[in-house]
């Protein structure tokens, strides 16, 4: 099973890429896909991230032109707050720690343009997630076929 956690602000701008990604996964109907769609990692996502063979982390970025992609390890404890809002290596890290289980895990960096109030993507921000979309089936496909 593959998590798929998109997240940012939709009312942001391109900072709703993430989540722009997930509405566009949900369309494929996959059997072997969960889907979250977030403004923010929260600690209570280390519950179903120890429950998955692995987590793809989809969000914006401010720099770049193309879609980047990057494996995460989990933080060591010592650098890590317990704050409400988490990045995706203090939550692989937390995962780790309550549930003695951090899943292979991606980010999916998408560039973006516009971060101000607007409900509006960018065409820079379209393109990217088509990208990512691509990628993400890939990775699908790719997981599927080694389970």
């Known amino acids: 099973m593959i998590l798929i956690i998109g997240y940012g602000n939709p009312i942001r701008g391109d900072d709703g890429i993430g989540q722009a990604v997930i509405v566009e996964v949900e369309q494929w109907n ?46 060591p404890s010592d650098l890590f707050n317990w704050g409400h809002s988490l990045n995706p290596r203090s939550l692989l890290s937390l995962t780790q720690f309550l549930y003695q289980k951090a899943p292979p895990a991606l980010l999916i960096a998408i560039p973006g343009e516009n971060f101000e109030l607007s409900e509006t993507l960018s065409e820079k921000a379209q393109k990217g997630i088509q990208e990512a979309l691509e990628i993400i089936k890939n990775l699908i496909n790719k997981t599927s076929n080694q389970l």
């Open 30 to 75: 996959l059997a072997n896909v969960r889907l979250q769609s977030l403004h923010q990692l929260t600690p209570e996502i280390a519950a179903e991230m120890a429950e998955v063979d692995s987590v793809i982390f989809v969000d914006a970025c401010l720099e770049g032109e193309t879609v980047n992609i990057t494996s995460l390890e989990p933080l």
